[in-house]
């Protein structure tokens, strides 16, 4: 395997983070659509194109360092880096569709909009298709990417190939990974909490 010199800026923890902040973003405005104020049609609009948004963010970033690993390492494009391009595509698409329907449509004011957390279930046809996308991204994302480049990496005879390209890629996509983990995670805690407060008094 042949190495080129031109390798990304190595993503540190902090830059890492500020991937999240739209995500973090669209949980704040998720909370707000549920306290049922006069506009939380539009706070879970808002949320769910700052989370599509996020989602589509992180995605293409990791997307971005498979493509560059694969560059610089002279490897032949093959499956792995249309692999990793599908979810790239069609998280940028999905949010380019969720904005339009969100800024020019306005879809959160149409007849029938769910505004709680989940909406109607209607698994077929496009749905179906988007689904399929979804767990293809998290599959790709969480699972393939990863063992794809550790894997390659692992086989580099010179150690120091080897350091400078774990820095460069393996390390920030295992930070996406991470992070990525604790997002949800927290998202859940906090959503248990205010279940569990708001709850708590069946009486009032």
């Known amino acids: ?23 973090a973003a669209g949980e704040l405005f998720m909370r707000l659509s549920y306290s049922g104020g006069a506009d939380q049609r539009i706070d879970f609009a808002i949320a769910n194109l700052l989370t599509t948004f996020g989602m589509a963010l992180v995605i293409c ?11 610089v390492s002279n490897i032949k494009p093959g499956f792995f880096q249309l692999n990793a391009l599908i979810p790239a595509v069609f998280t940028m698409a999905y949010f380019l569709y969720v904005a ?34 979804l767990l293809h991204a998290f599959i790709t994302f969480y699972f393939v990417n990863n063992q794809f480049v550790s894997g390659k990496i692992k086989k580099i005879v010179a ?43 069946p009486s009032k």
């Open 159 to 201: 150690g120091e190939t080897r350091k400078n390209l774990t820095d460069r890629f393996l390390t920030p996509m295992k930070l996406l990974t991470k992070i990525s983990i604790l997002a949800i995670a927290c998202s859940f805690l906090v959503s248990i909490i205010i279940d569990r407060l708001t709850y708590a008094n």
């Open 61 to 71: 970033y990791q997307t971005y360092l498979v493509s560059g690993f694969i560059n």
């Open 1 to 23: 395997m042949k190495i080129t010199l031109e390798m990304p800026a190595k993503l540190n923890l902090w830059q890492t983070i500020l991937l999240f902040l739209p995500f």
């Open 100 to 133: 339009w329907g969100t800024i020019a449509d306005h879809v959160y004011t149409h007849r029938g909009f769910n505004s709680g957390p989940l909406r109607q279930s209607q698994l077929h046809g496009r749905a179906l298709i988007v689904l399929i996308l």
